[in-house]
T-cell receptor
Framework: EAGVAQSPRYKIIEKRQSVAFWCNPISGHATLYWYQQILGQGPKLLIQFQNNGVVDDSQLPKDRFSAERLKGVDSTLKIQPAKLEDSAVYLC?????????????FGPGTRLTVL | AQRVTQPEKLLSVFKGAPVELKCNYSYSGSPELFWYVQYSRQRLQLLLRHISRESIKGFTADLNKGETSFHLKKPFAQEEDSAMYYCALSGAGTALIFGKGTTLSVSS
């Protein structure tokens, strides 16, 4: 079974530039998550989708971050404009269903460096 | 507030020694507790969850509601156990809240 795919794997941009990340979840997984992992910290949820609807985006900095999951499959996460403190690894995860009983499978992550 | 605390950033042990990775949590209710592991150059993956009450790769973890702890234990560490370990909790229908992680280093 193919795992969660993410691209790009690495991205370096200057502050105030824009950047977008892409995630392709495991086939058939209804729930998709984006996490931000700052160096030395655990992953922090940014947004959770159930199919193409948003379940939880309470920790998403909506003034600069946006995410969408068109057709309930792939998802993109965008940052516009980027700040230095956005430097982090952005992890995408998917699960068959929402809730704690459904195991989350993680992608390899995208490492973003903002200069 | 919901919070997961892993007090040790780094735990270094010798091969064959017992291992205990500490995890304490703060949650008003009955959370689900998990341990995730990330081996070098690999993805973050689920190691075990408290509700399963199982042993994975020799690791066990018992939920102690009185002490609000979910420590991960293994009686005899192996070099292949070297990795980053994250404790996480999930409330009723909520997404995972992770601790900061503990690096386990097992040397021969």
């Amino acid at each position: 079974e193919a795992g969660v795919a993410q691209s790009p794997r690495y991205k370096i941009i200057e502050k105030r530039q824009s950047v977008a990340f892409w995630c392709n979840p495991i086939s058939g997984h209804a729930t998709l998550y984006w996490y931000q992992q700052i160096l030395g910290q655990g992953p922090k949820l940014l947004i959770q989708f159930q199919n193409n609807g948003v379940v939880d985006d309470s920790q998403l900095p909506k003034d600069r971050f946006s995410a969408e999951r068109l057709k309930g499959v792939d998802s993109t996460l965008k940052i516009q404009p980027a700040k230095l403190e956005d430097s982090a690894v952005y992890l995408c995860a998917s699960s068959l269903a929402g809730g704690s009983m459904s195991e989350q499978f993680f992608g390899p992550g995208t490492r973003l460096t903002v200069l | 507030a919901q919070r997961v605390t892993q007090p040790e950033k780094l735990l270094s042990v010798f091969k064959g020694a017992p291992v205990e990775l500490k995890c304490n949590y703060s949650y008003s209710g009955s959370p689900e507790l998990f341990w995730y592991v990330q081996y070098s150059r690999q993805r973050l993956q689920l190691l075990l969850r408290h509700i399963s009450r199982e042993s994975i790769k020799g690791f066990t973890a018992d939920l102690n509601k009185g002490e609000t702890s979910f420590h991960l234990k293994k009686p005899f560490a192996q070099e292949e156990d070297s990795a980053m370990y994250y404790c996480a909790l999930s409330g009723a229908g909520t997404a995972l809240i992770f601790g900061k992680g503990t690096t386990l280093s097992v040397s021969s």
